[in-house]
């Protein structure tokens, strides 16, 4: 048997430890676990049946976008341009200005 050389945390998880992460047992987390995913919440890999745990924690800041502004770039709503501003620029450059 080889000697681990060093530790790997494990990025993926699976369901129990997920539920781990949010503080729930397993079974309360599978009844909670179709309305979290309605919720945004990353679904588990179609292949392996893990979650990614990095995707887990970024949607649990993103709950509460204000305390977290660093992360403010995953949670800002694109900003709806003036439908002005718009046509005028178009316009200008199809006169060539």
């Known amino acids: 048997?080889?000697?681990?050389?060093?530790?790997?945390d494990?990025?993926?998880i699976p369901a129990v430890k997920a539920a781990r992460r949010l503080g729930l047992d397993e079974?309360?987390?599978t009844?909670?676990?179709p309305e979290l995913?309605?919720?945004?919440?990353p679904p588990p890999d179609q292949t392996t049946g893990m979650f990614d745990l990095d995707a887990i924690d970024r949607w649990r800041r993103k709950r509460h976008a204000h305390?977290?502004?660093?992360?403010a770039s995953l949670t800002a709503p694109p900003a709806a341009r003036d439908a002005r501003e718009v046509v005028a620029?178009?316009?200008?450059r199809v006169r060539g200005g």
């Not at 048997?1 to 790997?8: S, Y």
């Not at 995913?37 to 919440?41: I, M, P, T, Y």
């Not at 620029?89 to 200008?92: E, N, T, V």
């Open 27 to 29: 079974d309360a987390f």
């Open 37 to 41: 995913l309605s919720r945004g919440f």
């Open 67 to 71: 305390l977290f502004p660093e992360d």
């Open 89 to 92: 620029d178009r316009l200008a």
């Open 1 to 8: 048997m080889a000697d681990i050389r060093f530790r790997v």
């Open 10 to 12: 494990p990025a993926d």
């Open 31 to 33: 009844r909670a676990l």
